[in-house]
């Protein structure tokens, strides 16, 4: 047995099947874990480089980069990075593409488009600003530069971005920018988007209360902070919000927020039948993944012996 562990994995550093690491047939089956090759840590800071043209900010601001993007329906978004502060602080592709994803089904995001079809260009007309997301409560759990709630916001929805303190001058700073942009879906007026700390696992969550939808891009991460994020999203959720969810496949771990969060959440794979326009590298987009989530319907036991009936 581990001499087959140990081939498994070797399979994967060569490059071979991912899925060889997940030792039962229900995590095969699982739709979001297709077969992709590991990449090396310096592979992952190239595929991780922003797509579009980048300039420094100024002196005043040394060690900034300024990103700008065009999402379908000519939304322009504008974030600031800094990247020597670390993986909070700098574009991760997941952000953009879960962004593109909404911009592409203002209507309703839970569908997917069609295989074969291209996004709207830049250039196509604007939707009707009356879209699915209007007035909704949106949360964002690990905003970083905050581009999907920013999107969500566009979209008319009641956006609330959030991340650790240290993080939140950075993100404050890319909404107010994009408040002001001039695009052709709604745009967000004053405190439409708003920033907040969420620590997760702590009373924070409790003190934001409940949301219509739930973003996050990129934060199946560290394997140590997957019960927290999922206690996090528990607390904002009521059985009717969504939770959507894009990560890069970067580790075996993964599975194991998986495996965590189908105790609590019902778990259905958003299949990315589109080609992208703001991240164009081929390599990164095969391993990434859109998730919804939903807070599965209490379970009702009855005892024969007293006739009694418990929901959990």
């Known amino acids: 047995h581990r001499k087959r562990k140990e081939r ?15 030792e039962t047939e229900e995590d095969l089956d699982w739709g979001v874990l297709e077969s992709t090759g590991g990449i090396s840590t310096q592979q992952q800071q190239q595929h991780h480089e922003p797509q579009q043209q980048h300039e420094p900010a100024g002196d005043s601001d040394t060690g900034s980069e300024l990103l700008t993007y065009v999402l379908p329906h000519n939304v322009h978004i504008t974030v600031k990075q800094q990247r020597q502060r670390g993986i909070g602080f700098q574009l991760w592709p997941a952000g953009l593409v879960l962004g593109e994803y909404f911009l592409l089904h203002p209507q309703r995001p839970m569908i997917a488009t069609p295989l074969g079809t291209s996004p709207p260009s830049p250039s196509a007309p604007a939707v009707d ?23 969500a916001g566009y979209l008319g929805a009641d956006v609330t971005l959030t991340d650790m303190e240290e993080v939140l001058d950075l993100l404050r700073c890319n909404v107010d920018a994009n408040n002001n942009n001039n695009n052709t ?21 409790d003190a934001l209360g409940k949301f219509d939808v739930i973003l996050g891009a990129d934060v199946i991460y ?19 919000t969504l939770i959507f969810l894009a990560w890069q496949k970067r580790r075996a771990g993964d599975k194991t927020f998986f495996r965590l969060a189908r105790k609590t959440f019902t778990c259905t794979p958003i299949p990315i039948r589109w ?25 009702t036991h009855t005892t024969n012996n007293n006739n009694t009936t418990t929901t959990h």
């Open 129 to 151: 600003n009356n879209t699915w997301w209007t007035d909704k409560r949106v949360l964002e759990v690990g905003a970083g530069l905050g581009i999907p709630g920013i999107c």
């Open 185 to 205: 879906l709604t745009t967000p007026s004053t405190g439409r988007c708003s920033v907040a700390r969420l620590h997760w696992g702590t009373e924070d969550a």
């Open 8 to 22: 498994r994995r070797e399979r994967m550093e060569e490059g071979g099947d991912w899925t060889a690491l997940l």
């Open 222 to 240: 560290w394997e140590h902070l997957f019960p927290l994020l999922l206690s996090t999203l528990q607390a904002c959720s009521r059985p009717d």
């Open 275 to 299: 080609q992208s326009t703001v991240c164009t590298d081929t390599k990164v987009m095969k391993k990434m993944n859109i998730l919804q989530l939903q807070l599965k319907p209490p379970t």
